[in-house]
């Protein structure tokens, strides 16, 4: 006999195997909008909102670090997947300098990132700011996400549903467990659980009931003696 | 049939917005100044340091500035297109020597071919830094109000020239 999934209890609830294909749709989907988050780098969430180095009294080395670290947060644009800070390209030891120029003329960090951005654009910036334009790099991930958990409950799980209630094949014969019976066997059934022995004969003789044997012996999976 | 459409035709969308991407140059970086008003290009002349050059001079006209240095390939290759501009656009070609030496440009282009009006030398990359330049060699278009138009980042080659430069000077020169 050939397997086949048996469908659950009441063909309301899917099947587990259906179940874990959803579950595992929403995990990827979840990693898929986590990963495609514009993540910002470390440095860039942690500006802080003290003012800069302004003062005359200012160190070298306290610009040094301010420019490194500002540089850590602005990618280089020749040497794409490093920062300004690591790239050891000719225009990023340039922005180094010029960030270092604009630090000692008293400029902010917010005045330096307008600067590098109005030159270079939204790429010199790890994370790109909320605009209309960049909305769709935001909050696309999680459209996606939301477009797949629709469809797995709105397509996949109905399918599942009426899959589970799909009747079994007309071919179904009575004495074999793992097949549903019909209306009329399961009725034929129900008589026989519940019948007396001396009324086994009008169960068998009842619409529904299978074609006897002509013997009239009730039950014939009995093996001859 | 309507039910199992639906996630096809979602496949197919995605499919198309994929392959769209796939066409896209990764590595494009889109100029930051396109259509915004040029940024003022004042330095000393190349061939001579006692002089100051100015694009304030060039305001009313349509331009182009070539971005060069005697160390970039491309820029070997692409010169003989420059000077092919410069004689068919019938615009000023200003060019911007880049963190070159002043001599090796110079003997550069006494070597190859002057097609510049003229060309300011920036050997810290300074003026590079305020017009976005990343790359070498790098041609700028300039509309009469100031505004860049276009930028090509790369040498220009002869399908950039006909079918992109020269169509669009032609356009805003009117």
């Known amino acids: 006999m050939a397997e086949r999934l048996t469908p659950g209890a009441h063909g309301r609830t899917p099947t587990p195997l259906l179940r874990t294909l959803r579950l595992l749709c929403l995990v990827m989907g979840l990693l898929v909008g986590l990963g495609a988050w514009p993540w910002a780098s470390p440095d860039a969430v942690a500006q802080t909102a003290v003012a800069q180095t302004s003062t005359p009294s200012a160190t070298a080395a306290a610009r040094d670090a301010e420019t490194q670290r500002i540089a850590a947060t602005l990618r280089c644009v020749v040497c794409q997947n490093q920062s300004i800070a690591d790239s050891q390209s000719g225009l990023a030891i340039d922005l180094r300098g010029q960030i270092d120029r604009l630090l000692a003329q008293g400029r902010t960090e917010s005045e330096i990132r307008a600067y590098m951005v109005q030159r270079y654009g939204d790429y010199i910036l790890y994370q790109p700011t909320l605009r209309p334009a960049t909305a769709l790099l935001w909050f696309g991930p999680f459209a996606l996400l939301a477009l797949g958990l629709w469809v797995a409950w709105t397509v996949v799980g109905p399918a599942a549903r009426r899959a589970a209630d799909t009747p079994p094949p007309s071919d179904a014969r009575p004495g074999h467990s793992d097949m549903v019976a019909d209306d009329g066997q399961r009725q034929f059934a129900r008589r026989l659980l519940h019948a007396p022995a001396s009324s086994l004969e009008e169960a068998w003789a009842a619409p529904g009931a299978p074609s006897a044997p002509a013997s009239g012996r009730a039950l014939p999976s009995e093996p001859p003696p | ?174």
Request: charge should be positive.
């Open chain 2, 1 to 174: 049939m309507k039910r199992t459409a639906l996630p096809l035709l979602l496949f197919l969308a995605l499919l198309v917005l994929l392959g769209v991407g796939l066409t896209r140059d990764p590595r494009a970086v889109p100029a930051a100044l396109l259509h915004q008003s040029a940024p003022p290009l004042q330095a000393a002349a190349l061939h001579d340091p006692q002089v100051a050059v100015t694009s304030q001079d060039l305001q009313g006209r349509v331009w182009l500035l070539n971005v060069w240095a005697s160390w970039c390939a491309g820029c070997r290759v692409e010169h003989p297109l420059v000077a092919e501009l410069a004689r068919s656009a019938k615009v000023p070609v200003v060019g911007l020597n880049y963190k070159d030496d002043r001599r090796a440009a110079r003997d550069w282009l006494a070597r190859h071919g002057d097609p510049y009006t003229w060309v300011a030398h920036d050997p810290q990359g300074l003026l590079g830094i305020d017009w976005g330049v990343h790359a070498t060699p790098t041609t700028y278009v300039i509309d009469r109000h100031g505004a860049i138009r276009h930028r090509h980042v790369g040498p220009i080659t002869p399908e950039v020239l006909n079918g992109t430069l020269l169509p669009l000077i032609r356009s805003l020169d009117g």
